[in-house]
């Protein structure tokens, strides 16, 4: 009998698993800039710019229900989660490969819907789509997404760069596409108990969007730069607002303070949440898959972005021995904890 | 009622699909010089090389069988699979990014018995495993790994450039890596119905390796520069001789010949398909996986690659009209057709 002890993969979480497999690998090609660790790995290439790599996969019933997701939905978004990514390092995305494995119960014309949606993702966001794998799978629909991008070397933001007394700073608005996901759940029971119900869904349409048809903020990228502005760190937001914060705070060996207040909310998801009695602002601050950017700038460049539309100034950067914390809307100081997705995981069926 | 006539991907092949679904795509970034239908799509960046990108998925139940397959050694011939797309465009891989879908019967120690094969393919074959992403999945392994690599921008090989009388060369042997999993399947049903068996596989560990831990012939690329020769067109052989060499022929736009006495088989190979009744060049013909070069030269260079060992002459390119030939070692002539994957996949479960 083997008396090792065996470890279950759930005991560590996503992140402590990526932690744990990655901490002793050494890199040695004199091409690679940065390894794992951030949004893309960063690639010298003797151009001008740096080349950005960052791989995504989504699994039917992990990532998304087939009962509610529309296919073509699903193809724009699988190649949005990744140019998501090149935003997080003040890049834009210029290709990518798709990997698809497909189990029998999927035809042709649905796998046509999954395609057309990452050909109109790459269409409005100028990425060319240049190859990818195709196989049969014995259970659902597994996606492999693997994006390339650039940045001009001068202007690449890792999520390591805040600095104390950085502003914190964030795009559009928080916690929709967490409602939207509600939303979609609650509809699905309702269906199953009453076919013959009509979904309520007037009026949501915004959450219902930013859940299935999400976009990279991309156009921030180019307004910084039009701005004259290169953050001092940045991250996209795909596991919530705390998770990506604690991230960008551990990763620049800072602390982060987030007023609760500041956070941009929606009112659709302001309502919504309310109607779930959930309270707002732990809808953005857990819900994830917003794909807004966070990020940090020095204080010089406050007077650059106060203006700018779309966005938000959320808190500030400290030491590290400061902690990280969460300042209520009554003024209530307490510990910012990462919940993300690890706590989100009996809604979602993503256990790590 | 829908009228309208849905289609069931596997009519289409794997070939067939892919070619559908990316038969319109336009490219429009000015950094694609080549996209689908080759090993590698192929980039430029402004540096004195081309940079390469490949991806490929393995799915368990479809790609291999856990019941005889080491993970370590999965990990490793998931990162070499790639590392053979690169040589294939004659470059060599330089990053990996790898996605990696889990289920829950995985532990943490078979994961990490994974990451330990390919991080032994990276720090063989020099290359930097620079991102990922993982999840959980619903069911089995799910393996999605993208290979970046760089090749000189005069010695890029393509799929397209054989024109009639080029002289056709394979590197290694071929047919090994069929009959080593045709004996895997074997002994997995001996040991099935008699679980005291022990397995049979003394002397056999050559196609067993071949099988379970190939590897990617960059070592071959390295040599031909060397000599100075560039190949005129190159494929990897993953599918099988006859559809590689199909393909091959296709994208240049010509017919190939191919003498079956000169197919290189190695003796272990040989003596295995005559025990299992297979005729050993319909197993290097068919069988696939080999991972050998496939590739074709000017005549020109025909003195500088004759005696190179782990070379062998197997045949030329001809007009397209004379079409594709095999020229039987009973000097038969018959034309040559593609089973590859498509014809094995009831024992390799791969339907397209």
């Not at 690639?43 to 989504?58: A, E, H, Q």
């Not at 964030?170 to 269906?191: N, P, Q």
Request: charged share 25%; proline share 3%.
């Amino acid at each position: 009998m083997d008396e090792q002890k065996l470890t279950n993969i759930a005991e560590l979480g996503e992140f402590g698993l990526i932690d744990h497999l990655t901490k002793d690998i050494k890199l040695t090609q004199k091409s690679t800039v940065a390894g794992v660790g951030d949004d893309a790995a960063v690639l010298k290439t003797g151009g001008r710019k740096y080349m950005l790599v960052s791989t995504d996969l989504l699994i039917e019933g992990v990532h998304f229900d087939m009962a509610y997701t529309p296919l073509k939905h699903l193809g724009y978004k699988s190649a949005i989660v990744n140019f998501s990514d090149m935003a997080a390092m003040n890049g834009v995305p210029t290709q990518i490969v798709v990997g698809l494995g497909i189990s029998a119960k999927y035809t042709l014309e649905a796998i046509e819907e999954f395609y057309a949606g990452i050909k109109k993702a790459c269409e409005l966001y100028k990425v060319d789509f240049v190859g990818g794998d195709t196989s049969s799978s014995l259970h659902g629909l597994f996606i492999s997404v693997t994006v390339i991008g650039e940045v001009e070397k001068d202007k690449i933001t890792y999520r390591k760069g805040a600095k104390p007394s950085d502003i914190l700073c964030v795009t559009g608005d928080l916690g929709g596409a967490y409602m939207g996901l509600l939303l979609l759940e609650r509809e699905k029971k309702v269906f199953r108990a009453n076919p013959d119900m009509q979904p309520d869904m007037e009026g949501r349409e915004y959450i219902l969007e930013r859940q299935l048809k999400p976009e990279a903020r991309t156009d921030m990228v180019r307004k910084l730069k039009e701005k004259g502005v290169v953050p001092t760190a940045m991250i996209d937001i795909s596991d919530g607002l705390a998770s990506e914060a604690l991230h960008l705070a551990k990763s620049s060996d800072a602390g982060v303070v987030i007023h609760e207040e500041h956070i941009p909310i929606d009112h659709v998801t302001f309502d919504t949440a309310r109607e779930f009695s959930i309270v707002p602002a732990v809808a953005a601050l857990n819900g994830g898959e917003d794909y807004e950017l966070l990020f940090t700038i020095d204080q010089k460049d406050y007077e650059k972005i106060k203006e700018m539309p779309g966005i938000s100034i959320i808190g500030y950067i400290t030491e590290a021995a400061e902690g990280n914390r969460l300042i209520t809307s009554d003024n209530q100081q307490i510990e910012l904890t990462a919940q993300g997705w690890d706590a989100l995981k009996k809604q979602k069926s993503k256990p790590f």
